[in-house]
């Protein structure tokens, strides 16, 4: 029996195409020149290699980015992922307006260092686990992402123990039997090399919308 993954339905369609899921974000880009967009490469390879690219949507080289904030979402509207400020029935261009001027309000940090440090995969996704890449780092992303929830009138569920990540993929398929066991080969394969892997700099940080979870926009979009 097929055991689809926890996002069909809700970001994804049972065959890998992409659902409406309007929100904002900050995220930082991992552009082509970066070493974690090579190792990102590397693992994409790691995984179609061992057979796996049937259980998984992969995402497009070109959107891979680490969420710094997460922001508002409009199919998401509780009160722990809502800030009291905004009405629960605004428009998503409303919230774009009211995101975007709490994050800028709280001034975005420069370039930012980071780490590899594991990979997690469950039935929901494909993360690669990143965190900062000294002291100083670390304090430069703690207080921004403070001062953007205090601006934002939010703080979400998890936000002392974010942990920063690259999404390679969304699970479509939880893998059994033989694919599993794939799966933990290949899962080992790229520890070992991301282990060997030093400190990357990724872009400084902006405000981004989407309408789904392939593409990410520095610029308003249509809502």
Not at 92 to 120: H, L, N, T, W
């Amino acid at each position: 029996m097929i055991e689809y993954g926890s996002q069909i339905g809700r970001k994804f369609e049972k065959d890998g195409s992409v659902r409406r899921y309007p929100g904002n974000t900050v995220i930082a880009d991992v552009r082509p020149g970066c070493a974690a967009y090579d190792a990102m490469t590397r693992l994409k390879a790691i995984a179609c290699e061992a057979g796996l690219a049937d259980t998984m949507i992969l995402l497009p080289e070109d959107s891979y980015h680490m969420t710094v904030i997460r922001g508002l979402n409009d199919q998401v509207r509780t009160d722990a992922y809502w800030p009291a400020a905004l009405a629960k029935d605004a428009t998503m261009e409303q919230a774009d307006d009211y995101v975007q001027r709490a994050f800028e309000s709280a001034g975005m940090p420069g370039k930012i260092r980071m780490r590899f440090c594991g990979v997690r995969v469950n039935e929901e996704d494909f993360r690669v686990l990143l965190e900062p890449a000294d002291a100083e780092q670390a304090k430069i992303l703690r207080d921004f992402r403070d001062r953007a929830a205090a601006a934002l009138g939010l703080f979400l569920p998890g936000h002392e123990s974010y942990t920063y990540h690259i999404t390679l993929a969304y699970t479509r398929i939880v893998p059994q039997s033989e694919k599993k066991a794939a799966l933990e080969r290949a899962v080992e394969e790229m520890k070992t090399y991301l282990n060997a892997q030093g400190a990357f700099e990724v872009t400084p940080p902006y405000v981004a919308f989407y309408d789904g979870m392939l593409v990410f926009s520095a610029k308003r979009i249509a809502r």
